[in-house]
C-alpha cells in the first residue's frame, strides 16, 4: 500500500546533539512538507520541497535543515541550534502535478532530555 | 495573502448533540477546501474535501459545503459520538501551479458520554 512512513515514532535528544527524523513516502508525489506541532497547537510550516533537490524555508526553519535527493525521501535534521526542539513533527506529502489531498505520515515525537 | 480561519475550541458536547466547527477562507483564484482529523498522537487523516463551489464533501456522517459566496465550509454532523473525540482542521490548496497547503489553527472536539 502506498503512504508516508515517519521514523522513529519516539526521539530522545540530549542537549547540543543534531537528530535526524525520517520520512519516506512511496506514492510518487512530487512535493513534501515538514511540520512542528506544539500541545493545543495548529500546524506550522518548517520547510517543503516540491522537486529533488530544491526545497525553501518556511515559517520556523531557523534550527532545522533538510535534504531532497531523492524524490521518495525528504529528511528533516532538528540541529543544536534549535532551541526549543520537543514537539511533535508531521511530514506531508503532495502530488504536485494536481490539487488533490495531503498524506501525513503518523509523527515522530521528539524530546530533549 | 491566503488564510484559513476556524472556530476556537475546544468544543464540548454531550453524545448524539449537533456539531457545527466553522470555518471560512481568504484565496484567490478557486481553492480546493479540505476537512482533516487528528486523533491523539496520530498524524492527519483526510475527513472530507471539495474541489469547486457547491460541491458537498461528505463522509463518516460529517458534511461540508464549499460556498464561494461566504468564502466558507463549515463542518457538521447530525449526531456525534465519543469517539469523535479529536482535533479537526480546516485547510486550502489554490487553484493554480503553487501547491501550497494554508492550514486552520485547528479545533478540538470533546465528546461527553
Known amino acids: 500500500d502506498g503512504g508516508i512512513t515517519q521514523s522513529p515514532k519516539y526521539l530522545f535528544r540530549k542537549e547540543g546533539q543534531n537528530v535526524t527524523l525520517s520520512c519516506e513516502q512511496n506514492l510518487n508525489h512530487d512535493a513534501m512538507y515538514w511540520y512542528r506541532q506544539d500541545p493545543g497547537q495548529g500546524l506550522r510550516l518548517i520547510y517543503y520541497?516540491?522537486?529533488?533537490?530544491?526545497?525553501q524555508k518556511g515559517d520556523i526553519a531557523e534550527g532545522y535543515s533538510v535534504s531532497r535527493e531523492k524524490k521518495e525521501s525528504f529528511p528533516l535534521t532538528v540541529t543544536s541550534a534549535q532551541k526549543n526542539p520537543t514537539a511533535f513533527y508531521l511530514c506531508?506529502?503532495?502530488?504536485?502535478?494536481?490539487?488533490?489531498?495531503?498524506?501525513f505520515g503518523q509523527g515522530t515525537r521528539l524530546t530533549v532530555v | 495573502g491566503d488564510s484559513v480561519t476556524q472556530m476556537e475550541g475546544p468544543v464540548t458536547l454531550s453524545e448524539e448533540a449537533f456539531l457545527t466547527i466553522n470555518c471560512t477562507y481568504t484565496a484567490t483564484g478557486y481553492p480546493s477546501l479540505f476537512w482533516y482529523v487528528q486523533y491523539p498522537g496520530e498524524g492527519l487523516q483526510l475527513l472530507l474535501k471539495?474541489?469547486?463551489a457547491d460541491d458537498k464533501g461528505s463522509n463518516k456522517g460529517f458534511e461540508a459545503t464549499y460556498r464561494k459566496e461566504t468564502t466558507s465550509f463549515h463542518l457538521e454532523k447530525g449526531s456525534v459520538q465519543v469517539s469523535d473525540s479529536a482535533v479537526y482542521f480546516c485547510a486550502l490548496i489554490r487553484g493554480d501551479s503553487n501547491y501550497q497547503l494554508i492550514w486552520g489553527a485547528g479545533t478540538k472536539l470533546i465528546i461527553k458520554p
Open positions: 506531508a506529502s503532495l502530488p504536485g502535478s494536481k490539487v488533490t489531498e495531503a498524506f
Open positions: 520541497s516540491q522537486i529533488v533537490n530544491d526545497f
Open positions: 471539495a474541489t469547486k
